[in-house]
């Protein structure tokens, strides 16, 4: 993990935000290292370019990688889940797509749960792309721009002082809020109008 994470940075350090893009495409579909780190390093680099293009290009390049773990599911099947995951996580991500359908990839797109599980089962259950897509556009969206932006507020105190778990923790709270509240909306849409 030591030498993956070594690779990685020096690929940034080489490559800039093209080591950035390169990274999180890999990332969502099988390399261990999150780009968090990475962006956070960028952002916090002498000379960095805007904070809001390096979150973009973090963002497209995890996005892209999606498509790809959709694939390498569609056409690996069970037996590649199974081969690069334990039994239980699989059988959690399936009760979680068959509970939650897309919020489930949103919520993993933005938290610490391992995305490419999500994106590779996408690709395994046939899960619609567009919709894996915009949902990954979405979360990922929010989660590299929301670190972007808090390391550029807080400098390297950010590591410091914010806790990712807790900014994951109040990530959850407020997406199963919002699932709370659509389900809500959807309901009272269906039921029949009172007389």
């Known amino acids: 993990m030591e030498a993956l994470k070594a690779w990685a940075f020096g690929l940034v350090e080489a490559y800039g935000l093209w080591g950035l893009f390169g990274v999180a495409f890999i ?5 261990p290292v999150p780009p968090d780190v990475l962006l956070i390093g960028l952002v916090l680099a002498p000379q960095a370019p805007h904070t809001a293009w390096i979150a973009t290009v973090c963002t497209v390049g995890s996005v892209l990688g999606a498509i790809l773990g959709w694939v390498i599911g569609a056409y690996g099947g069970y037996p590649l889940l199974h081969r690069w995951f334990s039994e ?9 797509y068959n509970r939650y359908g897309v919020y489930a990839v949103l919520i993993a797109a933005f938290t610490p749960i391992p995305y490419k599980v999500f994106t590779i089962a996408s690709g395994v259950f046939r899960f619609n792309i567009i919709s894996m897509l915009l949902a990954s556009v979405v979360g990922r969206g929010a989660r590299f721009f929301l670190v972007a932006y808090l390391t550029q507020w807080f400098g390297r105190e950010i590591l410091k002082r914010l806790d990712m778990a807790m900014v994951a923790l109040l990530a959850l709270v407020m997406v199963a809020g919002g699932i709370y509240l659509y389900g809500a909306y959807r309901k009272r849409r269906a039921a029949p109008p009172t007389r």
């Open 27 to 31: 990332e969502s579909s099988f390399f």
């Open 88 to 96: 239980q996580k699989v059988q959690r991500v399936e009760q979680l």
